[in-house]
Every structure is written in structure tokens, then in C-alpha cells.
């Protein structure tokens, strides 16, 4: 487990201030990329126990279509997705970026569900994201980039870390996440709540409510809801910096990934994320923000469950995609089918007139 951070009165949380955020907040790749005299030190065990949950997991696969209940496969994406909004909605938008606030029973769920998704405890996941950001595409940042994909992706787990996250992690200003006791009781008792909640209750459940054998149990809604879950997060570090268009800011790595848009888990749009950290969407406004997660905080902000949530305005991102953008936003102008009705709605148009046939 990582080393605990300590304050140094510097913030690694990007919040609703940074509209323009220095560069050494979120940094262009370096041109020379990775430090070539850093050598890499393999993590076996890691290695080892990733390489048996994949192949465990694609059985897992398998036995979902050919022999697990109807139950397993129905419920399935939904534990997923779940599992998904642990990360997404708990550790990401809610405790690194604080985009939006919680009461308690929220919180309770968020951490629950995050536990069930076995990513490390809130605390640590929290702390290498906000170096990510502080030191995107550096060598400070645990899954740069400029290692390639495969190293962005999964190998940043299966080797030590570079001595710059070390350095730089010690730098991050952690105070908010340790005044929070749900998150250092978390952090204390992790390796007792992560096997329960993330092992031995989903195999458990489907077999005492629906008669699931433990194989299917085990593989299904364990292991591959599991490995499943990691690989689409994963996704967000490796693809969604290397493929895609930068409609926001084409100075930066990140990008809006086609099939994270697609699968609609609300990590798609990841340049508008590094743009507008603090937005609790992670995308635009309209058909953009429609996610999984952004429904989730949608609906608890309805019930008044989480409150204070971060938006930006038309006008600023506007703005940021006229002057910094790639020029693939994909609206073209007023009347595009693409165009959100919260644009049209925000819009003035002065000097209007009744339109004669002349005119049509």
C-alpha cells in the first residue's frame, strides 16, 4: 500500500477557480517523453494475480452465457454499472474533485459501492488522481501516457512506482480527505471491508436469493463484474489519452474516447474532464451529460440527498472551445441537430422581425 501523503499548504484539488489553470496544473506531454534512464521494476504478485483474474474471467464470460441463471445474466450489467459508479460518482466527481456534496446516507452508498469495486481505498485512489491532474503526461503521474498504452492502462500496477510520484505524492494537499472519518474509516479497515464487500457478498447474494451454483456465482458476479469494471476505468487512462478528438483544449493528451461516449458510464468525454474538473457531469450540458453517473447525482440531488453541484456555464465553455479547442466540437451552428436545448434557450436574438416570403 502507498505511503501516506502529507499537506504542504499546496492543493491538488481542482475546483471551480481554475477556469484557467496554469500549466503546471495540467500539463502539454512532455516532448521528450519519459525519463530513459528510469528503469522499470516488475511487481510479480500484481502480475501474477491479474494475469489469473483475466483468464478466470474470461470462463466467467463463458459461463454467463451458457451456464449461469437468467437472473446472473439480467442483473449483471446493472452490478456492473454499479460497481462502475463507485469509482466514477464516489472516489472521482464526489472525493477527488469535491464537483458536488453528499449527506451521509449518500456517502454511506458511494463508499459502499466503491468498496465493491475494489480500486484501493478512497484515500490513496483520490491522491494519485489529483497528481494525475497536477502532472498529467509527466513522469509524476502514475499512469502517464507517455509510456504507451499498455503502461497507462495496466502496467503502471504491475511495476514500482517512478520516484516523481513518490515526490510529487507527498505534495498533495490531502487535509480534506483526512478530516473526512468515513474516509479514513475506510482507509483503517479496508482489507477487511474490500474481501467482504467486494468478493464475498457477490457471490453470496446470487446464491441465496436465486439458486445460483457458486462456479457462476464466483466467475460471473464476482470475478468478472470485477475485472470487467477495472478494464472500462482503465480505459479512461490509456485510450482516452491517445484516441479521440480534443474539442476543448488541443494542447492536452486527453481525449473524448468514442466507446467511453458510447458505453455512457460518463468518463467519455475525458478533455472536457482535464478542461472542467470541477464539473460534477465530466461533460457538457444536454445530450452530453447524459451518463449513468450523471443520472445517479441527478436523481440523489432530487431528493436532496447531494447538493452544491458544479456546472460550467454556456458562455464559458464557449469560450474555452473557441480558443483552445481542435476545432471538432461537434455542433456546426444554431440549428444543428446536435445542439443542446440549454443552448437554445440561454441564447438572445435581438432585432427579430416577421419573416415574409420574400425573406424565406
Same mark, same amino acid.
Given at each position: 500500500?502507498?505511503?501516506?501523503?502529507?499537506?504542504?499548504?499546496?492543493?491538488?484539488?481542482?475546483?471551480?477557480?481554475? !477556469?484557467?489553470?496554469?500549466?503546471?496544473?495540467?500539463?502539454?506531454?512532455?516532448? *521528450?517523453?519519459?525519463?530513459?534512464?528510469?528503469?522499470?521494476?516488475?511487481?510479480?504478485?500484481?502480475?501474477?494475480?491479474?494475469?489469473?483474474?483475466?483468464?478466470?474471467?474470461?470462463? *466467467?464470460?463463458?459461463?454467463l452465457f451458457t451456464a449461469a441463471k437468467w437472473q446472473t445474466f439480467l442483473l449483471?450489467?446493472?452490478?456492473?454499472?454499479?460497481?462502475?459508479?463507485?469509482?466514477?460518482?464516489?472516489?472521482?466527481?464526489?472525493?477527488?474533485?469535491?464537483?458536488?456534496k453528499a449527506n451521509t446516507p449518500l456517502r454511506l452508498i458511494l463508499m459502499f459501492l466503491n468498496t465493491l469495486a475494489f480500486q484501493d481505498a478512497v484515500y490513496y485512489?483520490?491522491?494519485?488522481?489529483?497528481?494525475?491532474?497536477? &502532472?498529467?503526461?509527466?513522469?509524476?503521474?502514475?499512469?502517464?501516457?507517455?509510456?504507451?498504452?499498455?503502461?497507462?492502462?495496466?502496467?503502471?500496477?504491475?511495476?514500482?512506482?517512478?520516484?516523481?510520484?513518490?515526490?510529487?505524492? /507527498?505534495?498533495?494537499?490531502?487535509?480534506?480527505?483526512?478530516?473526512?472519518?468515513?474516509?479514513?474509516?475506510?482507509?483503517?479497515?479496508?482489507?477487511?471491508?474490500?474481501?467482504?464487500?467486494?468478493?464475498?457478498?457477490? !457471490?453470496?447474494?446470487?446464491? &441465496?436469493?436465486?439458486?445460483?451454483?457458486?462456479?457462476?456465482?464466483?466467475?460471473?458476479? !464476482?470475478?468478472?463484474?470485477?475485472?470487467?469494471?477495472?478494464?472500462?476505468?482503465?480505459?479512461?487512462?490509456?485510450?482516452?489519452?491517445?484516441?479521440?478528438?480534443?474539442? &476543448?483544449?488541443?494542447?492536452?493528451?486527453?481525449?473524448?474516447?468514442?466507446?467511453?461516449?458510447?458505453?455512457?458510464?460518463?468518463?467519455?468525454?475525458?478533455? &472536457?474532464?482535464?478542461?472542467?474538473?470541477?464539473?460534477?457531469?465530466?461533460?457538457?450540458?444536454?445530450?452530453?451529460?447524459?451518463?449513468? !453517473?450523471?443520472?445517479?447525482?441527478?436523481?440523489?440531488?432530487?431528493?436532496?440527498?447531494?447538493?452544491?453541484?458544479?456546472?460550467?456555464?454556456?458562455?464559458?465553455?464557449?469560450?474555452?472551445?473557441?480558443?483552445?479547442?481542435?476545432?471538432?466540437?461537434?455542433?456546426? *451552428?444554431?440549428?444543428?441537430?446536435?445542439?443542446?436545448?440549454?443552448?437554445?434557450?440561454?441564447?438572445?436574438?435581438?432585432? /427579430?422581425?416577421?419573416?415574409?416570403?420574400?425573406?424565406?
Amino acid at each position: 500500500m502507498p505511503p501516506n501523503s502529507r499537506a504542504t499548504g499546496t492543493t491538488g484539488v481542482l475546483y471551480e477557480g481554475d !477556469t484557467a489553470p496554469p500549466t503546471s496544473v495540467i500539463q502539454a506531454p512532455k516532448k *521528450g517523453g519519459p525519463d530513459p534512464n528510469h528503469k522499470l521494476e516488475l511487481a510479480w504478485l500484481n502480475i501474477t494475480l491479474f494475469t489469473v483474474l483475466h483468464v478466470s474471467s474470461v470462463y *466467467g464470460l463463458w459461463l454467463l452465457f451458457t451456464a449461469a441463471k437468467w437472473q446472473t445474466f439480467l442483473l449483471f450489467p446493472a452490478a456492473l454499472v454499479l460497481t462502475i459508479i463507485g469509482i466514477s460518482g464516489g472516489a472521482h466527481r464526489l472525493w477527488a474533485h469535491r464537483t458536488f456534496k453528499a449527506n451521509t446516507p449518500l456517502r454511506l452508498i458511494l463508499m459502499f459501492l466503491n468498496t465493491l469495486a475494489f480500486q484501493d481505498a478512497v484515500y490513496y485512489w483520490a491522491r494519485d488522481h489529483r497528481l494525475h491532474h497536477k &502532472y498529467s503526461e509527466t513522469d509524476a503521474d502514475p499512469y502517464n501516457s507517455q509510456r504507451g498504452w499498455f503502461f497507462s492502462h495496466i502496467g503502471w500496477l504491475c511495476c514500482k512506482k517512478h520516484p516523481d510520484v513518490t515526490l510529487k505524492g /507527498r505534495e498533495i494537499d490531502l487535509s480534506d480527505l483526512r478530516s473526512d472519518k468515513l474516509v479514513m474509516f475506510q482507509k483503517k479497515h479496508y482489507l477487511i471491508l474490500m474481501p467482504l464487500i467486494c468478493f464475498v457478498l457477490p !457471490t453470496v447474494v446470487p446464491m &441465496y436469493y436465486w439458486g445460483e451454483s457458486l462456479n457462476c456465482a464466483w466467475h460471473c458476479f !464476482t470475478l468478472l463484474r470485477w475485472c470487467a469494471s477495472l478494464n472500462i476505468v482503465w480505459l479512461v487512462n490509456s485510450s482516452a489519452h491517445m484516441y479521440g478528438k480534443r474539442p &476543448y483544449d488541443k494542447s492536452i493528451a486527453p481525449t473524448n474516447e468514442a466507446f467511453l461516449m458510447w458505453f455512457r458510464v460518463g468518463e467519455g468525454y475525458h478533455n &472536457y474532464h482535464h478542461v472542467f474538473p470541477w464539473d460534477y457531469k465530466s461533460a457538457e450540458l444536454g445530450k452530453y451529460s447524459r451518463d449513468a !453517473t450523471t443520472y445517479f447525482i441527478d436523481f440523489f440531488a432530487r431528493i436532496g440527498w447531494a447538493y452544491d453541484l458544479k456546472s460550467v456555464s454556456t458562455e464559458v465553455l464557449r469560450q474555452r472551445i473557441t480558443r483552445t479547442g481542435d476545432g471538432t466540437h461537434p455542433v456546426w *451552428g444554431w440549428g444543428d441537430k446536435d445542439q443542446p436545448q440549454e443552448d437554445v434557450d440561454s441564447t438572445t436574438i435581438t432585432h /427579430r422581425r416577421k419573416e415574409t416570403a420574400v425573406d424565406s
